[in-house]
């Protein structure tokens, strides 16, 4: 064998190798997508990339009280969905509470339900007309689910993406509904 195939041969194993490497490192984990999507069908009305543990809100206005309640929520890194924290000014229907869940504490003028960790799994939700004000929340971004799909079940659900797939979402698709939604920043507090 001469001394130009056995670098032929090392160039592709080395090459063989590296493609192997890069298979692996792209079926790794990303994060986990959590999709917002309409019962009935239809296009997602936002798609979050979140890392494990890592928080989103669902604020919103009591249909009795007329009061901003947040409820703060994380996913595992297998994609369930728990709630972590109830906030709100004032107790009203369907608020307080639960025992065995959490721990009451109050925080400047909102009562908190903190450490609640309660799995609900995939969980739908009907959006409320605009002044309810169903709003997402995830870091300094707002969607107002209320303005964009008013009366609509939607379903929250999140899974487990690996790099690859992130990959071919964000390289040879439009970018998702969360980015091309029109948005306020701010915590709404």
Same mark, same amino acid.
């Given at each position: ?41 239809? $296009?997602?009305? %936002? ?17 009795? $009280? @007329? ?9 595992? %890194? ?6 972590? $924290? $109830? ?52 870091? @300094?971004?707002?969607? @107002? ?38 948005? @306020? ?5």
């Amino acid at each position: 064998m001469t001394a130009r195939r056995i670098r032929r041969w090392i160039g592709a194993a080395l090459g063989i190798i590296a493609g192997a490497a890069l298979f692996i490192g792209l079926k790794q984990p990303a994060g986990l997508l959590l999709r917002v999507v309409p019962v009935k069908g239809g $296009e997602p009305l %936002a798609e979050l990339l979140l890392r494990p543990e890592e928080r989103f809100t669902l604020r919103y206005y009591h249909s009795v $009280e @007329n009061a901003p309640i947040w409820e703060t929520h994380s996913v595992d %890194a297998h994609g369930r969905i728990f709630i972590e $924290e $109830e906030r709100y000014l004032k107790f009203g229907a369907g608020m307080g509470k639960m025992p065995g869940v959490g721990r009451m504490v109050r925080r400047g003028p909102y009562e908190v339900i903190e450490a609640m960790h309660m799995p609900t799994g995939d969980f739908v939700l009907r959006i409320g007309s605009p002044g309810v004000d169903h709003t997402l929340i995830f870091g @300094n971004r707002e969607l @107002n689910l209320s303005a964009i799909a008013p009366h609509t079940a939607v379903q929250f659900s999140a899974h487990p993406i690996s790099r690859f797939h992130l990959m071919l979402r964000t390289g040879f698709k439009k970018p998702p509904p969360w980015d091309k939604a029109q948005h @306020n920043t701010g915590s709404g507090e």
